[in-house]
């Protein structure tokens, strides 16, 4: 059975840097499409960037663009979310999620939480003004 580690999260200063990372176990993530999610308090969680199965495609959603990298270490079997410039309003827990379809599920939206199998525990990102 699949599981999904998150850690990194902490408490940081507007405009600095955290990087995430989600490890997984019990199959390799070179066939997986991973992304990361986040929820803030009395919000939906929502879509932050995506990483295809094949590692060569790359999602974002907006708010994050030009911030945030999605990466993926197939050895390590890790996949980490770099996050720089960070604002008050990326406040949030995040989610690693993995989604086991590989290139069956392409086209699928990245967004849509009902395609990932497999997700963690979440990990708590604080960013304070």
């Known amino acids: 059975q699949g599981q999904l580690v998150e850690s990194g999260g902490g408490l940081v200063q507007a405009g600095g840097s955290l990087r995430l990372f989600c490890a997984a176990s019990?199959?390799?993530?070179?066939?997986?499409?991973m992304a990361w999610f986040r929820q803030a308090p009395g919000k939906e969680r929502e879509f932050v960037a995506g990483?295809?199965?094949?590692?060569?495609?790359?999602y974002y959603a907006d708010s994050v663009k030009g911030r945030f990298t999605i990466s993926r270490d197939v050895a390590k079997n890790t996949v980490y979310l770099q996050m720089n410039s960070l604002k008050p309003e990326d406040t949030a827990v995040y989610y690693c999620?993995?989604?086991?379809?590989?290139?069956?599920?392409?086209?699928?939206?990245?967004?849509?939480?009902?395609?990932?199998?497999?997700w963690g525990q979440g990990t708590q990102v604080t960013v304070s003004s």
């Open positions: 990483l295809s199965w094949s590692g060569a495609r790359f």
């Open positions: 999620a993995a989604d086991t379809g590989g290139p069956t599920n392409v086209g699928r939206d990245y967004r849509d939480r009902g395609r990932y199998e497999y």
């Open positions: 019990g199959g390799t993530i070179s066939r997986l499409t």
